[in-house]
């Protein structure tokens, strides 16, 4: 009978143990090959781009925009030199970490509004002939 007890304390401590373990998201460790978050803010500035690209291009089939879409991210994973894999665990490395998501995400929307203030300063030149 105390033999019971004991292994049954011992089985609802490994338990515990084993629960308090699986519970730390994986999310908290730092990846391996991590993204820096100043190339992040320019992968994600180019990635708004391409899918307000393919919104624009009004395709009526969804499986259309997704091939699309899939075409242009994969030349922005190859022009930053980033696979897949790599930019969805700094994707969700980041995004469990508001602070730093913030903080990559003001440097997208500053890239996308200087994009935009320069195409129309360039759409306000006049052309000289």
């Not at 992040?40 to 879409?69: F, T």
């Amino acid at each position: 009978m105390r033999q019971n007890r004991y292994v049954s304390l011992l089985g609802g401590l490994l338990l515990s143990f084993w629960l308090m373990l699986s519970c730390t998201a994986p999310e908290d460790q730092r990846p391996d090959n991590l993204i820096d978050e100043d190339r992040m803010a320019n992968i994600l500035a180019e990635v708004h781009m391409a899918e307000a690209q393919v919104s624009r291009l009004n395709l009526g089939a969804i499986d259309s925009s997704n091939m699309a879409y899939k075409h242009l991210e994969s030349q922005i994973f190859r022009k930053f030199g980033v696979d897949t894999a790599m930019y969805r665990k700094s994707y969700i490395f980041y995004s469990s970490h508001p602070a730093d998501m913030e903080a990559i995400y003001k440097k997208v929307v500053d890239k996308l509004t200087r994009k935009v203030d320069t195409s129309k300063v360039a759409a306000k030149k006049p052309i000289r002939s």
